[in-house]
């Protein structure tokens, strides 16, 4: 369910990418100008409409871009409009479902009526709460980092690999691992607190609802920390020090080159990378089922935990892919809101920023 | 998977000439010859098993897999697969035809297609009338519209397991057989500061397990005799109140726990009462924690306001596909399997961990040679099929899979909600499952 989700939101910014064919030498009335190299002599006779499919540049870029747009067809678009199917009718595991229009939507309601599924609710707001705040937090942190790693520091390198190490470890493991750290009986932060003497019980850590909520918030932050910070640190390092040279002699402070030369070069980069962690803080999975399952009673299910709780578990896949599908016009929104509110194209392009 | 099935199959075959279990295999050359059930010429068989807890009761049924194959020279390729796998696998086989013959599933798995099944009622009268009949919960699950759809192999019980030394300092000689004698135990317990606890999260063996028979043994249940949605009643207020009354006397952190939660904190010597299957035991025993092993014991169920057993305890039953071309070896399998001969060395080798469905078998070695194993013996005479009193659907089933039972219970335990809207909310997602 994350996945499809997830892969909606990847169709999207993929249609920016998309490759198009190759129209930077448009063609004239010669058809040499127009094919690709090697047609067979200088012989005068038109190329047949098979020809022209074989050797003809724009559709040679067609060819190109074919086995691409199959595969994005195959993996992406396919499963996303098959969620989207699902998500009308009352399919169960293993069983063709009948068109039951927008019934599994109306049954998840909206929050203000009064037979709404206060479960679905709750997950919006836990998946909203916990995409805000650990994606604040992970660009605060991981800026921070960035900003650290790219003063001059005895054994850089070194650091800069030891950084990026939490992103490394398959996210399960650091689950079950963080798991542990947080257990309601076995968690070291309990145990080392109580042998020094400052508590004299446990931490209900994963068992009191915000407590649950915060520790998987530190989960996701520590996980997702480095991959910000060596992306903004690539993008530091492409800002030219001559810049930098300019503002001291204009009497510019620290605080100043990092606001008026840093920070602006750096916006495209953010842009990206936030929207990247945004979508994949929101379409989480992982971490939360392997620690609390959505546990205790619900107050950390995300959407993407929910929907395969009740699509895959109690087999409704018509009512799972409506929570998934729910999930789509958020991810939307996110990337509406990091692509045009913080890629300044007019800016990066030259013209004037207004 | 596949490999697998190559791996076994291979196995099967170079264990021909391999000497074993000769007693088992002159006994199923003689099976072979009288037995009502004559499988078809060169056939081979396929079944998809659960993925086993112990590793003994794994081999065992492997020695019987083998000496099926060798007395009838029917092939059986086993696969395994996790609990919550076979389920999907096996609705997509049902659906699409083809898979494996057999399945050995979950709960009411086979009611998830009853059509798809074929009638083994012979089987199950043939296997009924020899060892002293079906237990009522095996009838319920293994039957749909009066024919049997599959062959109840054998329970998974889940019973009280304690610390016998911490109830004793409390005050009691064992864990009281009443549900009001069991929340005096726990509250004492929990002043000698050797609580109990319960898991109160999203645990699919451990926190079904309790709550059900939590609101059960009130008369709370959450569909009547018509599949129609009853769980908002008195029975259910007053199952909730004992609950709370209950849930303050646990460990805290208990709405976090998972199925592997309560093992764990039981043998770090945490808590000291619980529901359980055998595993915990089991563990004690072969990790050599001798002092846990020695102090605990279990206890069954206590019996509430209803007056008499009322426990959810996991069932597998067995099936076999209409679509299968060699449904004669599928059924000769499973009645092979489910022979004395058969049967009681691989109850005996499952140490506990399985229960069996047919009265006759009550007398096996496993239920008396540890005095502890013996609650285990009766956890299919004293569960409910999961439906509760109501039909065996898949509806019931799916009902436990979202937890609306145990979300209702962590709700007003937690103090989410009050009684009126905990029900409210389970109530609301029941009518949704059950129209």
Same mark, same amino acid.
């Given at each position: 369910m994350r996945g499809r989700a997830f892969r909606g939101a990847a169709v999207f910014v993929g249609a920016g990418g998309e490759p198009r064919p190759d129209r930077r030498r448009p063609g004239t009335s010669e058809m040499t100008e127009n094919t690709a190299g090697r047609l067979a002599g200088a012989d005068l006779h038109r190329p047949g409409f098979y020809d022209r499919l074989k050797i003809n540049r724009n559709w040679l870029g067609f060819w190109f871009m074919l086995p691409a747009a199959l595969i994005l067809m195959l993996f992406l678009a396919y499963p996303l409009g098959k969620g989207f199917w699902l998500s009308f009718t009352d399919a169960k595991i293993g069983r063709e479902g009948a068109w039951i229009g927008i019934e599994n939507y109306e049954w998840l309601g909206l929050p203000w009526w009064d037979d709404a599924d206060n479960v679905f609710w709750l997950s919006v707001f836990n998946t909203l709460l916990y995409t805000v705040v650990a994606s604040i937090l992970k660009f605060v942190i991981g800026l921070y980092l960035a900003l650290l790693l790219n003063e001059n520091l005895p054994f850089k390198a070194l650091i800069r690999s030891i950084v990026l190490i939490p992103f490394v470890v398959p996210t399960v493991l650091s689950a079950i691992a963080f798991w542990w750290i947080f257990d309601s009986q076995f968690s070291i932060i309990s145990w080392s607190l109580r042998h020094l003497g400052l508590l004299d019980h446990n931490i209900n850590f994963l068992g009191d609802p915000n407590n649950a909520r915060m520790s998987l918030i530190f989960a996701n932050v520590w996980r997702g920390v480095p991959f910000i910070a060596i992306t903004l640190l690539a993008g530091l390092q492409t800002v030219s020090p001559s810049l930098y040279e300019a503002?001291?002699?204009?009497?510019?402070?620290?605080?100043?080159?990092?606001? =008026?030369?840093?920070?602006?070069?750096?916006?495209?980069?953010?842009?990206?990378?936030?929207?990247?962690?945004?979508?994949?803080?929101?379409?989480?999975?992982?971490?939360?089922?392997?620690?609390?399952?959505?546990?205790?009673?619900?107050?950390?299910?995300?959407?993407?935990?929910?929907? =395969?709780?009740?699509?895959?578990?109690?087999?409704?896949?018509?009512?799972?892919?409506?929570?998934?599908?729910?999930?789509?016009?958020?991810?939307?929104?996110?990337?509406?809101?990091s692509w045009f509110g913080l890629q300044r194209r007019k800016w990066q392009q030259g013209g004037q920023d207004d | 998977m596949f490999s697998m099935d190559r791996r076994k199959l291979i196995k099967t075959g170079a264990a021909l000439g391999a000497a074993g279990a000769t007693g088992l295999l002159d006994f199923a050359k003689a099976w072979a010859q009288q037995s009502p059930f004559k499988p078809e010429p060169n056939a081979t068989i396929s079944i998809l098993r659960w993925k086993r807890f112990v590793e003994a009761e794994d081999a065992q049924f492997m020695k019987i897999v083998e000496a099926f194959t060798k007395a009838t020279g029917v092939k059986v390729n086993v696969s395994n697969e996790s609990f919550d796998d076979i389920q999907p696998k096996a609705s997509v086989a049902a659906n699409t035809g083809q898979g494996p013959d057999m399945v050995w599933g979950l709960h009411s798995l086979p009611h998830l297609f009853p059509d798809k099944c074929t009638d083994v009622s012979d089987v199950a009268d043939y296997l009924g009338k020899k060892y002293g009949g079906w237990v009522p919960a095996a009838v319920a699950t293994g039957q749909s519209k009066g024919k049997w759809i599959a062959v109840p192999v054998a329970f998974n019980g889940g019973y009280i397991n304690y610390r016998i030394s911490a109830v004793q300092k409390a005050g009691f000689k064992g864990v009281p057989g009443d549900t009001a004698g069991f929340l005096e135990l726990c509250r004492a317990l929990k002043?000698?500061?050797?609580?109990?606890?319960?898991? #109160?999260?999203?645990?699919?063996?451990?926190?079904?397990?309790?709550?059900?028979?939590? #609101?059960?043994?009130?008369?709370?249940? #959450?569909?009547?005799?018509?599949?129609?949605?009853?769980?908002?009643?008195?029975?259910?207020?007053?199952? #909730?109140?004992?609950?709370?009354?209950?849930?303050?006397?646990?460990v805290p952190g208990t709405a976090s726990w998972n199925d592997s939660s309560n093992n764990k904190a039981f043998l770090a010597g945490e808590l000291y009462l619980t529901a359980n299957g055998i595993s915990i035991y089991a563990a004690a025993k072969a990790q050599n924690m001798t002092a846990i092993a020695e102090d605990m014991d279990h206890a069954a169920w206590p019996v509430g306001p209803v007056g008499k057993p009322q426990e959810l305890q996991l069932l597998f039953p067995l099936l076999i596909f209409k679509y299968s071309k060699n449904p004669k070896a599928s059924k000769a399998f499973v009645t092979f399997l489910m022979e004395a001969e058969n049967y009681n060395p691989w109850l005996e080798a499952a140490a506990g961990y399985l229960t069996q469905p047919l009265n006759a078998y009550d007398n096996n070695p496993v239920w008396t040679k540890d005095p502890k194993n013996t609650v285990f013996r009766d956890a299919g005479k004293r569960t409910l099929p999961a439906s509760g009193i109501g039909p065996v659907t898949e509806k019931a089933a799916a009902a436990i899979s979202d937890f609306i039972l145990v979300d209702m219970v962590a709700n007003y335990c937690t103090g989410r909600e009050d009684v009126k809207g905990a029900i409210a909310q389970a109530e609301r997602q029941a009518k949704r499952l059950f129209r």
């Open positions: 503002a001291t002699l204009d009497g510019a402070n620290r605080w100043q080159n990092f606001r =008026y030369v840093t920070f602006p070069i750096l916006t495209p980069i953010i842009a990206v990378v936030m929207t990247f962690s945004v979508l994949l803080t929101f379409t989480d999975f992982q971490l939360v089922w392997a620690m609390t399952r959505g546990g205790p009673v619900n107050s950390t299910h995300l959407m993407a935990t929910l929907s =395969y709780q009740r699509a895959i578990l109690a087999g409704n896949l018509g009512e799972g892919a409506a929570i998934a599908i729910s999930m789509v016009p958020f991810l939307l929104v996110a990337i509406m809101i | 002043k000698n500061n050797t609580p109990s606890g319960f898991a #109160l999260g999203h645990a699919t063996g451990d926190a079904n397990g309790w709550i059900h028979w939590l #609101l059960w043994s009130h008369g709370s249940y #959450l569909i009547d005799k018509d599949e129609k949605v009853i769980i908002n009643s008195p029975e259910t207020a007053k199952a #909730l109140d004992y609950a709370k009354q209950l849930y303050e006397t646990f």
